[in-house]
């Protein structure tokens, strides 16, 4: 009995300690406690692990301390489910006693976090799930201003260049479809959702019918009905996004072997570094909107994220992530200057009448030449050329080549010869 006794006090020792990751504040130390939202377990498990790491390398840089603060990260594990996430959070802010919230990926998950959010009154920054769902939420109530400055923009705001690429395409006799039909697919989330809106809104409004519009269960990997329906639909394309990298790897693959001749439009496809190892030359002439390792600064950091974790990351997971926590503390730091202290109290005023001014942005990103928000663009940051910009790619053997905008373009668009 002493024994089973003992053993269980040790696992909930150990459990305890492995809730937060940082070199740990000594008794009495100031202590900024952060509560960062990632899917560490689930469907979306690789983004988490990018997303650990990153954030891991950008507290790294400034030793864990922030003033006279030591930094703690608490890992709330969202696993891509909003009731399982809710619950975490709250016993973050509840148990953990975390000051702030960070990041986050899924988009009905941040509209499940914002309810607790506001109600405990805890500023949070740079969630990236984005969806319709969460803007309107945040202009409904004031109490939704806890929800800071989103890390990643409208679908809207970033969708309408794919339409820019097909439409010059097709002018320039680069490609010539029998017909402007397209399908529209994805994973049966807010996310999703959002964006086939977005873009069939755009393609309609384009001269294109959008003939079919398709959602299946996160974490579905037998897509075979799905493709032999798009098939059977006999479209030139198909558009859609998915938030897991299995599911949307096993769609590509298993077009391809049912022999689907559409051009296909996959936003997100290389959310996670190891992309290619799960599709192959399956993914040859799909489309994508990603940043990619362009600056030497960039470069650097895929290169010291691989040294140090052995595997290739990401720039939309974990190159911004690592842009956005080093944001982050940029306005933790501005927050101790200007009022002496990090409280939610504090981070919230900061928030509200600096970052959403646009009075303090982010120049030394290793993506984006300046992360910036102004009351115009809240909750999302400022989309443009010289702002937060996604480039339109396509990908052939595992490489991607810039085909839009017109300023970082490095090839047309290029039809393969299986689709012809």
Known sequence: MKKSFGLLVGILVLSLLVTACGPGAASGEKVLKVGVVAPITGPNSVVGEEFKNAVTMAFDNIGWKIGDYTVEVVWVDEETDPEKATRAYEAAIVRDKITTGLLNWDASVAVALMEVSAQHQVPHFFAMGTAELVDEKYFSDEKYTYWMAKGWPLPAKLTISYIT????????????????????????????????SAIGQQFQDAGWEVVSEDYVPIGETDFYPLLTKLKSLDVPLIAGTMSDAAAFSAFIKQSREV???SLIVADGL??????????????DGTIDQIPGWTSPEAIQF???????????????????AYDETNFFIKIAQHTFDKYGELTRESLYKAGREDLAAGNVTYTDGILMQEYKVTPESLPDFVVGSDYFVFPVIQYFGGESTVIYPPEAKEGDLTIPDSLK
């Open 165 to 196: 690429v097909l439409e010059d395409a097709i002018a320039q006799s680069l490609w010539t479809p029998p017909a402007k039909q397209v399908a529209l697919y994805g994973t049966d989330d807010d996310w999703a959702r959002g964006f086939a």
């Open 270 to 283: 290389g959310w996670v570094g190891e992309w290619y190892s799960l599709t192959g030359p399956a993914s």
């Open 259 to 261: 022999g689907l001749k």
């Open 302 to 320: 895929r290169d010291d994220f691989v040294e140090k974790w052995g595997f290739e990351p990401s720039p939309s997971a974990a190159g911004l």
